[in-house]
């Protein structure tokens, strides 16, 4: 996945649950131009962000073999 598409995947659930930038960065403790940069798929945020991130949205990082589906 590109940087783009997480960051709009990102951004579509961040939506859905009604919470805006400032307050997830509030919550997560990742700095908001952090949150604005990968939303617009410019941030090159580390998996330790991301992961932060997706917890308080309610979603997780899963790895997996390209092409390998279960």
Not at 15 to 39: F, K, P, R, Y
């Amino acid at each position: 996945m590109n940087k783009k598409k997480l960051g709009q995947l990102l951004k579509s659930r961040r939506n859905e649950l009604g919470i805006n930038q400032v307050d997830l960065s509030e919550i997560s403790g990742v700095a908001l131009h952090t949150i604005s940069d990968i939303e617009s798929g410019k941030g090159n945020p580390t998996l330790q962000v991301i992961n932060k991130i997706c917890d308080i949205l309610g979603m997780e990082l899963k790895i997996h073999v390209k092409g390998v589906e279960k």
